[in-house]
């Protein structure tokens, strides 16, 4: 899932304006985040078989780290510690720790049965809604106007930069989704974990766009 993650990270801010969007991002997409590093590492292993769903070209083999329901858990755990020990509010830490896990969930409804529960991973689970291009269209694009919505409706800009790069932000999103829509699949796996570290420039353009915009309460 890619929209869907941003999506929730969006919507987060209505419920913890005082958290900059890039931190509320940084904890949704945490589980890919530390996938594509323990990709590169090789801890974790994945193959590319184009057309292995409708959507996903992902034969996940090996990720209990960043993406078992136990490994979710505990790093939403984390997050909220990390947070109130930078004196954070219990809301924000508990915004975090509920983003962290929310991204174990949005990926259990597309994902096969493939998504581990404990750290052994025998048992998985997986809805599959990747397997039907439409409906991961329909999910994805309903998770998104909705998140979007929360967050332009929640924020206002400061000036024409927060207007205009808030825009600019939400609408490359929709681009890069539409890419990888398109079918565009990573050459190796190599360059799959490169492209997920990558977000982190997203991340660092949602604390950008932030700056610029002033919570509505
Ligand atoms: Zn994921």
Redesign the pocket.
């Known amino acids: 899932?890619f929209l869907g993650h941003y999506a929730v990270g969006l919507a987060a801010k209505r419920f913890s304006p005082g958290a900059s969007l890039g931190t509320l991002l940084f904890a949704a997409l945490w589980?890919?985040l530390l996938?594509s590093a323990l990709l590169l590492a090789g801890v974790e292993r994945v193959r590319i078989v184009p057309g292995f769903t409708g959507v996903s070209p992902f034969v996940f083999e090996y990720y209990p780290w960043s993406?078992s329901l136990a490994a979710a858990l505990f790093w939403a755990g984390c997050f909220v510690l990390v947070c109130r020990a930078f004196r954070g509010s219990a809301r924000a830490a508990f915004v975090l720790g509920a983003l962290v896990l929310s991204?174990w969930f949005l990926?259990a409804a597309v994902h096969r049965p493939d998504l581990p529960i404990g750290f052994a991973g025998q048992a998985r689970a997986g809805l599959g809604v990747w397997d039907s291009s439409p409906a991961t269209l329909v999910l994805e694009g309903a998770l998104f106007v909705i998140g979007a919505w929360f967050y332009f409706g929640s924020t206002r800009p400061m000036d024409s930069i927060g207007r205009y790069a808030a825009m600019t932000f939400a609408g490359l999103l929709v681009i890069i989704y539409a890419g990888q829509f398109a079918g565009v699949s990573p050459p190796d796996v190599d360059v799959a974990a490169k492209t997920g570290l990558a977000q982190a420039f997203l991340i660092l353009f949602g604390f950008w766009v932030d700056r610029r915009r002033h919570p509505k309460v």
């Open positions: 899932m589980g890919d996938w993406h991204h990926d």
